[in-house]
């Protein structure tokens, strides 16, 4: 049976009396999160054993995975935004471990333009990872050196320090494919190593074919937006993506190790209650396992024979 996450153990976000952001805890939520140098340092230290992913939320749909001793940072958003009802858990110069920073698609809250050349700085052996339709203007945008940003889409594989990576389309609202190219501004990345898959969904839809996209080999885990989408965001130029019906069901065709919803947490119009998806798994698919991630707080996911 997955874990429903009670009410009481969800992180309660919103501004204070003199418009600063906080954090509020509920009653049984427990001390885990950390920030800056405390959460670099629980990264460092943590031992993470084959068949295993380490992971950390940092919110939106970025996350940190520990595979063996290979970091990588997925969609790290750490722009100081007033919007958020979450704080940056990182300033880019604390990110000093990362091998891998991988940016699904070319909005803010995804490929963070203000924090790259910092994590760069910081990080000097990472390479960034890119839809390959978007790498040269990254490179010329964002002033990175152009050996360490790496274009990817479907059909091109990229490995850095043994951990592969290869990508999918994302249909956020759209596939958007380039008719020139070919090529899509939105994907999703599937990685792979330590023995153990897992699959960041970016921002998406569900589309004719993914499910066959990602159906075999099995994933270990996904990580799946579950924020929805509606005509009033759409014509505020805010681009949904799945419902937490949707994620689930996708979840439901590809039988994943375990499944995370995403990307319900930051903005107070474009939020989603993940209890709902934690309550739609238990009921639908009551023995696939799943989740709610909580801000800054260490997961080991366990691949499962």
């Keep these: 049976m997955p874990r429903a996450i009670a009410r009481g153990e969800n992180t309660d976000r919103r501004k204070t009396g003199d418009g600063t952001l906080a954090i509020l805890n509920y009653p049984g939520d427990g001390t885990g999160m950390k920030t800056g140098k405390a959460l670099i340092d629980d990264v460092d230290a943590c031992e993470v054993l084959p068949g295993q992913c380490a992971l950390w939320w940092l919110g939106q749909q970025g996350f940190i995975a520990k595979l063996g001793k290979i970091v990588c940072y997925f969609d790290p958003y750490l722009a100081l935004d007033p919007s958020r009802q979450v704080p ?36 000097l052996r990472a390479k960034f990872v890119v839809p390959m339709l978007l790498r040269d203007k990254i490179v010329q945008e964002i002033g990175l050196p152009g050996e360490r940003v790496l274009g990817i889409d479907e059909g091109i594989e990229r490995s850095v320090d043994g951990v592969a990576v290869t990508a999918i389309p994302a249909a956020h609202e759209l596939l958007d494919e380039d008719p020139a190219t070919g090529l899509h501004p939105y994907l999703g990345f599937i990685v792979e190593g330590n023995g153990f898959r897992l699959y960041h969904a970016g921002d998406t839809c569900l589309y004719e074919g993914i499910q066959a996209k990602l159906r075999r080999p099995r994933l270990d885990l996904a990580l799946l937006p579950i924020n929805g989408r509606d005509a009033r965001r759409l014509a505020a130029n805010c681009i949904g993506n799945m419902t937490y019906q949707e994620a689930a069901d996708l979840a439901g065709a590809v039988q994943p ?6 990307h319900f947490d930051m903005f107070a119009f474009n939020s989603a209650d993940p209890q709902l998806f934690a309550d739609y798994m238990q009921v639908k698919y009551p023995r696939l396992e799943t989740c709610i991630p909580r801000h800054g707080e260490r997961k080991i996911v366990h691949r499962k024979n």
């Design 257 to 262: 190790g375990m499944t995370i919803p995403t």
């Design 88 to 123: 940056p858990l990182l300033n880019p110069a604390d990110i000093t471990n990362a091998a891998m920073v991988l940016g699904s698609h070319d909005h803010g809250d995804h490929i963070d333009r203000s924090a790259w050349p910092g994590i760069a700085g910081a990080s």
